[in-house]
């Protein structure tokens, strides 16, 4: 939410307007669901906007509300985006304030839409301040990412995701299933244990992350995706937090990822045992000649003490 430039009060009667058109008077949970969030929200408590509280505090649900077996507050969130989407929409609409709710997240933004000042100079931004530019250049980033096939991530510096952008539409898990570990569960089960050491090593060593594995999406299928990612660092050289992204995997025949990815990764973060795992998964689905190399590399390993197969317990 950017607070910097739109008080409170503004806010407060955005929301008395849209509680008063005739689209949100018919709909009764759309109108607590929107009174509840952005209440939430400028009592600063908007990050915290969870299924389990909208659907308790806001749409009348009992205390063992389980939003795994529970869609309404999924469902409500949709409809409440189609709707102020339709309002904003109409001819002649002229509100200098917009409350919107971006897909996969259940915090409200707050963005202006008053008239546009006389353009600067191309590359010029003396009539902007820090935190407009700041703004622009977020809503720019945004749009380009739901406008294209890649997924947005954040997540905290012990690897708990905190925030996603496109993860939702591919899969399906809201927020409050993919978030801290859940995102795990959309992965093919026989690439997490492989996930989990390669994100686990790439925060000790913190250096970039590239690593392929297989999502479940809405429809069910698993595809093979390509997640890369990047710690941000404090001036102090502790990290922020990392971010990153989730394409498509290009796929080679047999719908198996181009292999020299994960075997990039893994070298650079130095998880040897990694390597050796890439290197005979992908022997096990190639060519002899394929099997040749990882003999070869594994000849070269063992003589430095190291080994295929299962590491030793006192290395896990």
Avoid at 4 to 15: A, G, K, P, Q, W
Avoid at 127 to 145: F, K
Wanted: charged fraction near 30%; charge should be positive; aromatic fraction near 6%.
């Amino acid at each position: 939410m950017n607070r910097s430039t739109i008080e409170r009060e503004e806010i407060s009667r955005e929301v008395a307007a849209l509680l008063k058109h005739p689209a949100m008077r018919k709909a009764p949970k759309l109108s607590a669901f929107l009174g509840y969030v952005v209440r939430e929200s400028l009592e600063g408590r908007g990050h915290r906007l969870k299924a389990y509280a909208i659907a308790t505090q806001a749409l009348g649900r009992a205390a063992d509300f389980d939003p795994v077996t529970d869609a309404i507050v999924r469902v409500e969130a949709r409809r409440l985006r189609g709707v102020l989407a339709a309002i904003y929409a109409e001819p002649g609409c002229a509100r200098p304030l917009r409350i919107e709710l971006p897909r996969g997240h259940y915090e409200p933004v707050f963005r202006r839409v008053d008239a546009e000042p006389p353009a600067a100079p191309a590359g010029s931004f003396a009539h902007a301040s820090p935190s407009d530019a700041l703004h622009e250049s977020e809503q720019r980033y945004l749009a380009l990412v739901r406008a294209s096939a890649v997924i947005e991530w954040r997540a905290a510096p012990d690897g708990q995701i905190t925030h996603s952008y496109g993860w939702t539409e591919r899969t399906g898990q809201e927020p409050e299933l993919f978030t801290g570990r859940g995102w795990l569960d959309a992965l093919h089960p026989d690439d997490r244990a492989r996930t989990v050491g390669v994100w686990a090593a790439a925060r000790r060593a913190r250096e970039p992350l590239e690593i392929a594995y297989r999502v479940r999406h809405q429809d069910g299928s698993y595809r093979w995706m390509l997640a890369r990612g990047v710690p941000v660092e404090h001036e102090n050289g502790t990290i922020r937090e990392w971010v990153g992204t989730i394409v498509d995997a290009p796929e080679q025949a047999g719908g198996v990822p181009h292999v020299l990815d994960g075997l990039a990764t893994a070298r650079r973060l130095g998880t040897i045992y990694e390597i050796l795992r890439v290197a005979q998964g992908e022997a096990t689905r190639t060519s002899a000649r394929r099997e040749a190399e990882r003999r070869r590399l594994a000849d070269g390993l063992r003589r430095h003490g190291l080994f295929l197969g299962d590491p030793p317990h006192a290395r896990r």
